[in-house]
């Protein structure tokens, strides 16, 4: 990175999240890549044939955030396939590495992530190290910053199960709670655990030891609803605050029964009662007991988004306008981190301009390129970033290798 580039991004304050230099390790189609912007313009972007590795370089950016990355894959599935005999036995069965430097307002901070393993049988366990030590887990990398993405996978995010839309409300909330992560598997822990409790002993379970679990299912439960709850507020007022433009006003609601008890005025502590005697009441009436499932709770939520001008539920809005909704959902989600925390999510935004039109390209690329910190982007076509050559550095990806491009 140039002496120039580095004292803009000073100037930008904290207000900023560049990637100055990422290495990638055994990581997908990559056994070794480096690539290197010199930071000095706000976007990134990527082009390059399908099947190139355009998205695999976003994945490795998306593991220095807290979570299971852009795909949710498991660790041991990112490991390089094509490595030879002798990197996979210097390596271990399974192993990668993601390394970055990343200029956070004036401060630069190297983080690394990724799973060594050494044989076959072993599960894999991601590890972090930020400025050379190690660290407990991967919440702390949403403490210093944020990372948000969109990939065509997410096209679908209206049309799709409750399931979908629930980890990309979760995903949002975690930037403004990096903690949130935590909550949300620690519930699902404890509720995996009393499933099969009942799965296995069905009314004969102990009680006891169902009751515990439920105490916690709730705690963490009531935890988890309330981040959602305070997210989606905050977020409806950016959203009702858009400008009119090329992307439709969004209006969202949070379905959920635990999430509406406590919208509807009732204390935190009540909610955790309520919730345990549902969950008591589920099991004493067979409900539960039978199959080792919870009926209710947080894992049921659903994230309803409308478009507000044409009053009409996402999954019924056209292709395009399903992209464009998901589009204005993720600007908000960016200008109200920005607002509250102080400094802009490092964005990722993988083949953006499918479905979208001359002029929302040009708007999203104009408002992207303003927000403040850096945002990487993908394409088969270079002639979809015409006009970019002032805010943009452009890199080639071509057969897992990559390279600057003019």
Known sequence: ???????????????????????????????????????????????????????????????LAPGR?????GLIDIACRNSDAETTAQSGVGTWAVAATLEVGAESVRVGTGVQQTTEEATGKRTVRIDGEAVAGSNILGESWSISWLTPQMDRLFVEGPA???RFLDRM????????????????????????????????????????LETRMAEHGVAVAVARLEFAGQLAGQLAKADTGPFPRAELAIDGWLEGLLAGGMPAVEAEQAFKDRLAGERSHGRGADNGRSGSGVHKTDLVVT???????????????????????????????TALKGQAPLMLMDEVAAHLDMDRRAALFSTLAALGSQCWLTGTDRSLFEGLSERAEFFEVFDSAIQPSK
């Open 1 to 63: 990175m140039t002496k120039a580039a580095k004292l803009e991004i000073e100037q930008k304050g904290a207000n900023s999240v560049y990637v100055s230099k990422l290495t990638l390790t055994n990581f997908r189609c990559y056994q070794r890549a480096v690539i290197a912007p010199n930071c000095s313009k706000p976007l990134v972007v990527l082009t390059g044939p399908n099947g190139a590795g355009k998205t695999n370089m976003l994945e490795a950016i998306s593991y």
């Open 69 to 73: 990355g852009l795909r949710r894959a």
């Open 164 to 166: 979908s839309r629930r």
């Open 173 to 212: 909330v975690l930037g403004l709670f990096p903690h949130h992560s935590r909550q949300v598997g620690t519930y699902e822990r404890v509720m995996r655990e009393r499933n099969r409790l009942l799965a296995e002993k069905g009314p004969g379970a102990d009680p006891v030891w169902l009751s515990a």
């Open 307 to 337: 478009h507000a001008p044409k009053a009409m539920p996402a999954s019924l809005c056209s292709t395009g306008e399903q992209k464009a909704l998901l589009v204005a959902l993720m600007l908000a989600n960016a200008r109200l981190q």
